[in-house]
């Protein structure tokens, strides 16, 4: 990475900044960060203005912690300015009007633009970019490649794993990470495109090679209010992003079965750079990626794959027929990459489980009992209908609820969902966030009410729910935990508790 300066960020970015407090002296900048907990010596710190709080109480913390450089975004309260006036001139300070649709620009100036240097693919999708991100990863793999990917669970590089703070990284996080890939002489980057972050232009500013669409059904239309508008925030990743990349031999990895992707594979019509690739499950004779006999079992999912011409035997460990999809989503792109069909079978049976996806906790003996991050309609609908059509399952028991300050249109269709779909359903709290659990029940329950089910039991109370599902089980129930998956807290009005779904299962199993 070539060595940056202060006197080269002004030199480069003065049309932007407004110098309130300037330093002549020789000042190195080896990274940028907006959030202070980053913060080292030689790092600018972004104080960005938010809707409920300001970078710039973080002043102090930042300048203890060796920042020399701070961009102040407008606008911001004299008052904070004031607070941390004194500790300010031990650093350069500069106003800027408009910092976010820079941020990125900026991060690329100091990173020498990593993304350049990484055969980078995204993925959209309501449900499953995890696990897709997970099996282009064990492709990679498989293919001798060290990779990079950034998602829900973690960030990881080389094999290596960290904490992730936004399923799709601000751009000065995203870019630092995919330097951190060069560094580590990574050849390849998957992540995560939420539609938020797309529609907030935090992957403006990366060069990408492929973007893949996954599905589209209902959710965050508490931010994006319509479906049509949710489809085109999804859209921006293909029509903008990657229509506008640099790179050479884009792809575009569509899925065909599902309404809003057949759209979307017309409109790329106009992008006749953009090579399409299609996948869905048979009969489907427009696919260049396929599946066809399917068998769902719970150690795994069997299927035929085809590409172009030819047929391979999958023996996925994961479970469930939209795995398959996902499956084929990975397949698709990583052929589009170029990697050998045999290094895609291979890297799709070597994955054996992902975090909190239709995870097993396998101290439950008689009965199969599974997490998963289930949280949406269209996911809970698909993991339920793959429970009931698997020949070993007996009944079905479902633990679920619906997240607080968040879209309360869905609560009603998850109830019914539940209770028509599982022998029994047991609605309970999720991150019930400022909303009274109570009330958040009431809507899940109407739901059931109204499709006329009475199958279900009320329980706010999530470690009672579990505890209630498990001890109803008998041998050959499948007892599905639904909605957190991975997540290890609970968020309540006042307070954040740790709470991980895998461990109250086994707590409440060791006990019996």
Not at 44 to 70: D, P, Y
Not at 286 to 306: K, N, P, Q, Y
Not at 404 to 420: S, V
Request: overall charge positive; hydrophobic content about 40%.
């Amino acid at each position: 990475m070539t060595r940056k300066t202060l006197s080269g960020l002004v030199k480069k970015f003065g049309r932007h900044l407004q110098p309130l407090f300037p330093n002549n002296g020789k000042i190195f900048i080896s990274g940028v960060t907006c959030d202070s907990r980053r913060v080292k010596p030689g790092v600018i710190f972004c104080a960005l203005s938010g809707q409920k709080t300001h970078g710039l109480r973080f002043g102090q913390e930042v300048i203890r912690r060796g920042a020399r450089v701070l961009l102040i975004e407008r606008p911001y309260s004299k008052e904070d300015f004031k607070k941390i006036g004194p500790r300010l001139k031990k650093a350069a300070v500069f106003a800027v009007s408009r910092l976010r649709p820079w941020l990125g620009e900026l991060a690329n100036w100091i990173y020498d633009n990593p993304s350049q240097k990484l055969r980078v693919a995204a993925i959209t999708a309501t449900s499953g970019k995890t696990t897709t991100c997970y099996l282009m990863e064990a492709i990679a793999r498989a293919a001798g490649q060290k990779v990079g990917v950034l998602g829900t669970i973690s960030y990881r590089i080389g094999g290596k794993s960290r904490g992730a703070s936004l399923t799709t990284p601000q751009p000065d996080e995203a870019i630092s990470l995919m330097a951190e890939m060069v560094k580590a002489r990574c050849r390849f980057c998957f992540m995560e495109a939420t539609s938020q972050a797309l529609d907030m232009g935090r992957l403006d500013d990366l060069q990408i090679n492929g973007a893949i669409f996954g599905n589209l059904s209902r959710d965050h239309l508490d931010y994006h209010k319509t479906m049509p508008k949710y489809f085109e925030a999804k859209t921006t990743l293909f029509e903008r992003i990657l229509a506008q990349s640099s790179k050479k031999e884009l792809f575009a990895v569509i899925n065909h079965h599902d309404p809003w992707g057949k759209k979307l594979v017309g409109r790329l019509k106009k992008h006749p750079k953009i090579r399409r690739v299609t996948f869905g499950i048979s009969p489907e004779p427009s696919c260049e990626v396929w599946a066809s006999d399917i068998r769902l079992g719970l150690r795994g999912t069997d299927f035929d794959l085809h590409i172009k011409n030819k047929s391979y035997v999958v023996r996925l460990h994961l479970i469930g027929g939209h795995n398959v999809y996902n499956a084929l989503a990975a397949a698709g792109a990583c052929y589009a990459m170029g990697f050998s069909v045999q290094a895609i079978v291979r890297g799709l049976e070597n994955l054996r489980s992902i975090p909190g996806r239709l995870e097993q906790i396998w101290q439950a003996k008689d009965f199969t009992l599974l997490v998963d991050y289930a949280h949406k309609p269209d996911a809970l609908d698909n993991v339920l209908k793959t429970l009931r059509r698997i020949p070993e399952v007996r009944r079905v028991i479902v633990v679920v609820g619906c997240g607080g300050d968040r879209d309360r249109g869905k609560r009603p269709i998850m109830g019914e969902i539940a209770a028509r779909l599982a022998g029994i359903a047991v609605f309970t709290s999720d991150n019930p966030r400022s909303e009274n659990p109570e009330a958040i029940l009431d809507q899940i329950e109407a739901g059931a009410k109204k499709a006329g089910l009475v199958n279900y039991k009320r329980l706010a109370d999530r470690a009672e729910a579990i505890g209630w599902a498990i001890k109803e089980a008998r041998p050959g129930d499948a007892v599905l935990i639904a909605g957190k998956g991975h997540e290890t807290y609970q968020i309540f009005r006042d307070r954040t508790i740790h709470f991980d779904d895998r461990e109250v299962c086994r707590g409440i199993l060791a006990k019996l």
